[in-house]
């Protein structure tokens, strides 16, 4: 089944993308410019919100590994 159509597998593509784009823009600041236009605006803000909601995203992602390995 596609993670469109899934829901838990939708929840889990944004919490990873939420972390990568976290992780990317402390690796490579240059690659989140302010440009807030397009799929690039949309990993920048992706970035912002993993930055921000840090302890909610990685509580998060410990509830999805939880629930991947044991339901």
Do not use: H
């Amino acid at each position: 089944m596609s993670a469109l159509f899934d829901f838990k597998s939708l929840l889990q593509v944004i919490v990873l993308m939420i972390c990568t784009c976290t992780y990317l823009k402390a690796q490579f600041p240059k690659l989140f410019t302010e440009k807030k236009e397009g799929f690039m605006g949309l990993l920048w803000k992706m970035a912002r919100i993993g930055e921000r909601l840090s302890p909610y995203v990685s509580a998060c992602c410990f509830i999805m590994a939880i629930t991947t390995l044991f339901f």
